[in-house]
């Protein structure tokens, strides 16, 4: 790109007309017998359809908006601003000595991957890669909340009403009683479903979770 103005039309033209024969592909030594005699032949415009004409090209690009939206995109400060913004939930939720903010990270950092892949994606496969990463990250958020019992039961309210007021009362319509070994098994069957099924897309699509 440096040497593109100095390859211009314009520049050919001034050359011919001043004397300078261009050489289009030649040795070493040829090369240099044409800088020798593109000096002697006509000094300034050489200089200037050379050097001159590549400087004008690094000024104008210089405050080129392109150039400048570029840079602000592919800042790594933007980035770091994008990144807290994207994961302010996780960063809030993280505790070292608990696995939900871990996997609160996972489930925003796959949902933020599966949309660049649905909205951006580049390649034939990109629709099928955001399917598994919606699909790991919905399962990395059944993993946080942890709420494999909480659907069978219901939530009676008491007199007090309001966020605290009523109990918890076990439905034994959808399943086994609560507190039977039947029970635990089953939601623990369940969470181990979701932990079996996010480990073998993990494994097996992992490497491919990229555009």
Partial sequence: MRNHWALSKLAKYMRRRA????????????????????????????????????????????????????????????????????????????????????????????????????????????????????????????LRADEYSDRYFDHILGKSGGIFGGKLVPNTNLGPIYGTKSFYKMTNGHRKNDLDLAASLFTKNVQSWWD
């Avoid at 590549?54 to 908006?65: G, I, L, R």
């Avoid at 796959?110 to 955001?130: E, F, I, P, Q, V």
Wanted: a neutral charge; glycine letters at 4%; proline letters at 2%.
């Fill in 19 to 142: 004397g300078i024969v261009d050489l289009t592909c030649g040795s070493m030594d040829e090369w240099d017998a044409y800088e020798i005699h593109a000096k002697e032949t006509a000094p300034f415009t050489n200089w200037l359809t050379n050097t001159g004409f590549s400087a004008v090209q690094d000024f104008a690009e210089y405050f080129d908006p392109r150039q400048w939206v570029y840079a602000y995109r592919a800042s790594p400060i933007v980035h770091f601003i994008r990144n807290v913004w994207t994961f302010r939930k996780s960063i809030s939720r993280y505790r070292a000595w608990d696995q939900s903010g871990l996997l609160s990270f996972m489930e925003e950092a796959t949902a933020d991957m599966a949309y660049l892949h649905r909205h951006n994606g580049h390649l034939l496969r990109s629709k099928h890669t955001a399917r598994q990463l919606e699909v790991f990250s919905h399962l990395m958020s059944r």
